[in-house]
């Protein structure tokens, strides 16, 4: 579902956002409609050049809605794509960019029982449209998570770990002391799996592109949990035949590359492994070679978050996010490393978010 508003001084249909938008009932005593500011997009193309900073209404709350004043929303790869025009889930232009974020509860309509003012709320799916200062949802379109948690990882917690336990739990049933091998280890999945792993008593082998700062960047994986940090140009190696024999191989590779750095994860799987992907940064197809696939009998696989959603019932992404929220609790999960930028900056923050070899999550900030 998507926050009812339209352009300020416009009351079309057609400037509305997202899908079935129509106008929330009137609450008996109306007030001047709130100034709301949005990062708004007419049409699909560069980031820096469509994506502009205006002024909403606020509707009024209907029965079944929730006002949220939005805390904080992070700039995720899969938003960028949006914004572009190519990703699997596209909202009706103009949108609200931003998927992902928490926001807090200020009123909530005569129905609503979920919620109640004063509770942290993050999206119940993607095309929410989370980067502007307020909006008026339904309650439906929510999630409650408890509001202990870190504000960057309640903003953080809705793709990147939720994807990551998925796909440590779904495709091999792995013990503690099995092996995961992933490629984007920086990445904000890249994270939560190395945590996650742990966590579960799994081992990882971590690869990354090679880059200035390497020792800095190892060092910080191997804090979250990392066993190995290995550049793709390491594990092309022949010496790796050696590395690998004095471990099990990996029974899951998790993919978020494509191109040469997935055909290497493949090599190095158990027979019987599975390859799951989830991205394709190299912008280049799998490639798996056929005695691969006969002799060694690997799996390939992909892995949508929205796509899972739609196979699961709300309850279950529930509960996925009250694990993920232990895990949190018990200092088991941490959010990306965040670089927290005002609303107002945002061009500043789109830019930073698509630079190469980034480590640091830009979180727009709505205060």
Same mark, same amino acid.
């Given at each position: 579902?998507?926050?009812?508003?339209?352009?300020? =001084?416009?009351?079309?249909? #057609?400037?509305?956002? =997202?899908?079935?938008?129509?106008?929330?009932a009137p609450c008996s005593a109306p007030a001047e409609p709130s100034r709301v500011r949005a990062l708004i997009y007419g049409h699909h193309g560069d980031p820096a050049k469509v994506v502009e900073l205006k002024n909403l209404e606020l509707a009024a709350v209907g029965g079944s809605d929730v006002h949220v004043k939005m805390l904080a929303a992070p700039i995720n790869p899969s938003d960028i794509n949006m914004i572009q025009g190519n990703y699997g889930l596209l909202p009706k232009l103009p949108a609200v960019g931003g998927n992902e974020g928490v926001g807090q509860v200020v009123a909530v309509g005569g129905s609503v029982t979920g919620v109640k003012p004063g509770d942290w709320?993050?999206?119940?799916?993607? +095309?929410? =449209? /989370?980067?502007? /200062?307020?909006?008026?949802? #339904?309650?439906?379109?929510?999630?409650?998570?408890? #509001?202990?948690?870190?504000?960057?990882?309640?903003?953080?917690? +809705?793709?990147?770990?939720?994807?990551?336990?998925?796909?440590?739990?779904?495709f091999e049933q792995l013990q503690p002391g099995d092996w995961v091998i992933q490629n984007a280890s920086n990445s904000g999945v890249g994270q939560a799996v190395i945590q996650i792993a742990a966590a579960l008593g799994l081992r990882t082998i971590n690869v990354v592109r090679d880059r200035p700062d390497l020792q800095e960047l190892t060092d910080r994986l191997k804090s979250l949990g990392a066993e190995h940090v290995l550049t793709e140009e390491e594990l092309r190696k022949h010496e790796m035949k050696n590395f690998f024999k004095d471990m099990p191989q990996p029974r899951l590779a998790l993919n978020c590359v494509g191109g040469k750095s997935s055909t290497e994860l493949l090599r190095h799987l158990a027979p019987g492994g599975t390859m799951v992907t989830y991205g394709g940064m190299a912008k280049q197809p799998v490639i798996a070679s056929v005695s691969q696939l006969i002799f060694k009998d690997l799996k390939l696989r992909g892995f949508w978050l929205s796509q899972w959603k739609k196979d699961h019932s709300p309850a279950q992404f529930k509960e996925l996010i009250l694990t993920l929220c232990g895990l949190i609790g018990r200092g088991q999960l941490t959010a990306p490393a965040c670089s927290e930028v005002p609303l107002q900056d945002y061009e500043r923050a789109l830019e930073a978010s698509m630079q190469p070899f980034v480590s640091s999550k830009q979180i727009l900030t709505m205060c």
């Open positions: 579902m998507w926050g009812r508003g339209a352009l300020l =001084g416009t009351r079309t249909p #057609s400037l509305a956002w =997202g899908r079935g938008w129509s106008a929330a709320v993050i999206p119940a799916n993607a +095309g929410l =449209g /989370t980067w502007r /200062t307020e909006a008026v949802f #339904s309650e439906e379109a929510l999630i409650g998570v408890p #509001s202990d948690i870190p504000l960057q990882s309640a903003a953080t917690l +809705g793709v990147n770990p939720c994807t990551a336990y998925r796909m440590l739990m779904d």
